[in-house]
């Protein structure tokens, strides 16, 4: 099967000891609470997308330069050909106080008491790796949207070198 190939970014604020999550009002993952992101659009890089989403989702700015890639993820739906790409970030230093918007109502939560049971169910898999400062790549094969067939994690040591092979 062809295997489509669509990029997303994914952001998390955090702030003194906190991460700002935003429970999704509408679309894909309606309901649940995630970080801030969405499609690649194809006149920007992944930085701008990121930051841009960012802006649309929570009313927050950041620079570029302030946001760090801390993981990539793919996540595939089995009997559909499109294989989701997602870049994950993180920042500390932004501008702003979070809104509500169309898209999302956010909300800092302490590190111990992420909503798990209100996110995808990979979340609660790889959020430790971030919490904990690491850098990783995750892949997770769905039956649906609540199950996982299968899936694999792999701690890096640095982004840039698993972009050099993983293009
Ligand atoms: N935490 C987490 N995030 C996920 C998972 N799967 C997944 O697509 N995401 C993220 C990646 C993106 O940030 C977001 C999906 O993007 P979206 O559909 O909202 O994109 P968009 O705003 O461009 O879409 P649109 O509604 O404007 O068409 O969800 C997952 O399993 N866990």
């Not at 302030?66 to 230093?93: K, W």
């Not at 956010?106 to 979340?123: S, T, V």
Request: charged share 25%.
């Amino acid at each position: 099967m062809t295997i489509l190939k669509k990029v997303y970014t994914l952001v998390f604020l955090r702030k003194d000891n906190k991460i700002l999550l935003g429970l999704k009002k509408r679309g894909f993952g309606v309901n649940k609470w995630n970080g801030f992101g969405g499609k690649v659009e194809p006149n920007e890089t992944i930085l701008e997308a990121a930051a841009r989403e960012l802006k649309e989702e929570s009313c927050v700015d950041v620079k570029t330069s302030e946001l760090q890639n801390i993981a990539h993820l793919e996540f595939t739906f089995e009997g559909d050909p499109t294989m989701m790409d997602v870049r994950v970030f993180s920042a500390n230093v932004f501008q702003g106080e979070p809104k509500e918007t169309e898209e999302m109502i956010p909300k800092w939560f302490e590190l111990n008491a992420i909503p798990y049971n209100d996110m995808w169910p990979d979340d609660n898999i790889w959020f430790p790796l971030m919490l904990s400062g690491k850098l990783f790549y995750g892949i997770f094969n769905f039956k649906g949207f609540n199950t996982i067939l299968n899936y694999n994690i792999q701690e890096l040591e640095s982004m840039e070198a698993f972009y050099k092979i993983h293009k």
